[in-house]
């Protein structure tokens, strides 16, 4: 037995060493006008010119810039616009990114990543860490009651009047997080109104030193911002941790909105194991947090609020696949089929009076 496992890791070794893989950059000019030059990544194995597995990876960046061809002659049209590309190798995973513009109904400008597995060729799924992960469940909505709300809407109210119409994003849609020095730095996305409007996005970065947001973290924030060197990590070596860290992401659910389209609010929840759902509330303006418990089961969160040890309420939150007109609708960017619809309701304790309820986004730690 110790013999056959001997030689598989050792088939398994030579199959991966003996690839000499390189990433060249293909130079491609866009077809509209004949101007703007492209470089476009192309995956060669060196020592295996017929490699099923780099021919493999080749086909997913053709189809990803929309083409057939590396070769300029061989194209009837590509629309790219001053694209550049980088890659990164690491043990049998290459990463590959891109950024630059395309031409649709006008030039818009973008950018995306790959991985691939050079044992098969596949592209592999980024296990993300989003940025509320960082947080316990009261840390991440104290965190940006103090350090990022009162900025980013005044940024919007800019946004708004420059525009004449509302962002696509919200207050919640924090791009990127990285550790410069001793602070964390937090960006607001970028992608916010279409391109005729584009110069009136809203713009917001903050810098936070690491010492003050200590409370606000949860155990795998502390470990990535401060206890460990991940932070630091290249792209490889950040998604292979990645996977180890996912089982650390408790199952914390953030929901924002309005109750009977007047009083807004904000609520953090954690879903356990065994569908026992805790957390609380708040109306936004007085932030006077609301006990809640409850269950979880199949589509639908029920919940119980008390306050002072008396029951003051109850929610019915749904997340189904039926469409909705007034349910927010959460995207899944994995599978369209797996798209759902948010809405609830509130009650009062004798359950006559019913308000229903307008979500406006939800932040989770994994796919609901």
């Not at 509209?32 to 995956?43: A, G, L, N, Y």
């Not at 973008?110 to 992960?133: A, N, V, W």
């Not at 009651?145 to 980013?152: A, M, P, Q």
Request: aromatic content about 16%; glycine content about 4%; proline content about 2%.
């Amino acid at each position: 037995m110790k013999l056959k496992l001997l030689l598989l890791f050792l088939l398994n070794a030579s199959f991966v060493f003996s690839q000499q893989i390189i990433v060249e950059k293909v130079k491609l000019i866009e077809t509209i006008d004949s101007q703007f030059v492209s470089e476009i990544p192309r995956v060669k194995d060196l020592n295996n010119k017929n490699s099923k597995i780099v021919e493999k990876i080749n086909a997913e960046i053709l189809d990803r810039f929309m083409i057939n061809s590396f070769n300029q002659s061989g194209l009837d049209e590509f629309r790219w616009h001053e694209v550049e590309c980088g890659s990164e190798l690491k043990g049998d995973i290459l990463y590959i990114w891109f950024k630059g513009g395309y031409y649709g109904p006008y030039l818009s400008y973008g950018e995306d990543d790959f991985y691939f597995s050079l044992k098969t060729g596949e592209l592999l799924k980024l296990t993300e860490i989003p940025f509320q992960s960082l947080f316990s469940l009261s840390g991440y909505l104290d965190f940006l009651n103090k350090y990022w709300l009162d900025g980013v809407k005044k940024e919007f109210a800019t946004a708004i009047k420059c525009a004449e119409l509302e962002p696509y994003c919200s207050y919640y849609d924090i791009y990127s997080y990285a550790v410069e020095k001793d602070k964390l730095v937090i960006d607001l996305i970028d992608d916010c109104y279409p391109h005729v409007v584009m110069a009136c996005s809203p713009n917001y970065r903050k810098s936070i030193k690491l010492d003050s947001i200590k409370p606000f973290l949860s155990d795998l924030g502390r470990y990535m911002l401060i206890e460990s060197n991940y932070m630091s990590k290249s792209i490889i070596e950040k998604f292979n941790e990645n996977i180890l860290l996912k089982p650390r992401m408790p199952n914390n659910l953030f929901f924002f909105g309005k109750i009977d389209n007047k009083y807004a609010f904000s609520m953090a929840i954690n879903i356990d194991s065994t569908k026992k759902v805790t957390g609380y509330y708040y109306y936004d303006n007085k932030r006077e947090k609301i006990s809640l418990k409850g269950q979880s089961f199949n589509e639908t969160i029920t919940l119980v609020e008390t306050h002072s040890q008396k029951t003051t309420g109850f929610f019915e939150l749904m997340i189904s696949k039926n469409h909705d007109a007034d349910g927010l609708f959460i995207y899944d960017d994995e599978n369209d089929y797996n798209s759902k619809y948010l809405t609830g309701k509130w009650f009062s304790t004798d359950k006559k009076k019913v308000l229903n309820i307008k979500f406006t986004e939800l932040k989770t730690n994994h796919k609901y």
